[in-house]
């Protein structure tokens, strides 16, 4: 059995490949080449030189050969673009979670050959593979367990899947490195969304979306408070880069077509109840909708759960009510679903 192991530099995905070398299984390194150096460079520094530089120390300690598979324009087109379009639309995107669909366990499979029968990451998340089909299970590590980023994959492809670490703590993880003397055994961890490295996420909006100033106002009394340089800076239930005194200030809607941010210092006030929304788009990981009309979940990364009241609309579009607030429910994001230690899927949320 071939295994195809996407490595990033990183201490996760290093010690992925080392465990799977340690079985014994054929296993060759890929690096994803998805940095748009040649567009962005200008903002700061490139860090795929320094990750890969990384990759090819791992490898040569492991005696793994390493394979560079360029993706740069199937990643600006099926998830950078998508990404700018949502949130010109007003959106709360997570590109985190494309990334992991369209291209690592999508496109990826299109570039290398047919004979490797799985491809592993250094996600914390666990995958139990069965003739009755694959099943998405959470990492030990609660803090660090990935589940959510890899709830939108379809069955097909997570049956194609295999994480190494899931089933291992962060602490762990650290450890085994250091003992076997990794070459990236005491890199730090990235931060932020995958396609950025060390850019900042309001430089890349300003490059592609600019400035466009508009008025900042205070939700309770329609007063104009300032002015902010986009509404496509902010999201719901935002406190930070207002700019405000006598906060702290937090981003309640935005009016895309006025260019208005609604601000106020009140928003964790009971009337302000943020506890539903429907869902759409959902992707059922096992393709059956749950027996059942409570699950738990999960509006961000991260070891935060709600209870939730479900009811389903239609196989793809549910609506939901949490247990309690959450100020920072926003369209676009993804919400998954869980089921004890099971993620059962995700799906986007339409309205609030």
Known sequence: MKIAALTSGGVDSSVALSLLKDKGYDVTAFYLKIWLEDELSYLGSCPWEEDLSFARAVCQQLDVPLEIVSLQKEYFEYVVHHTIEQIKAGLTPN??????????????????????????????????????????LCSPDLLKDQTYFLSYLRQNQLQKALFPIGHLQKSQVRTYAQERQLAPATRKDSQGICFLGKLKFSDFIKHYLGIQKGSIVEFESGKILGTHQGYWYHTIGQRQ????????WYVVSKDIQQNIIYMSRTYHEPDKQRNTCTVTQCNWIDTHIPNTDTLE????????????????????????????????????????????????????????
Not at 241 to 248: H, M, Q, T, V
Not at 303 to 327: G, M, P
């Open 95 to 136: 590109p985190d979670m494309f990334c992991n669909q369209r291209i690592k366990f999508g496109m990826f499979f299109d570039k290398v050959p047919q004979e490797f029968t799985y491809a592993a990451t250094g996600h914390y998340a666990q995958v139990q593979h069965s003739s009755n089909g694959s099943k998405l």
């Open 241 to 248: 880069g207002s700019g405000l005194a006598g906060g702290p």
């Open 297 to 352: 979940v999960k509006l961000r990364h991260g070891a935060n759960r709600y209870k939730a009241h479900v009811i389903y609309l239609d196989n793809q579009t549910v609506h939901i009510t949490l247990d309690q607030n959450d100020q920072g429910i926003a369209a676009g994001q993804f919400v998954a679903f869980y089921q004890e230690d099971q993620c059962l899927g995700s799906g986007i949320i339409y309205s609030t």
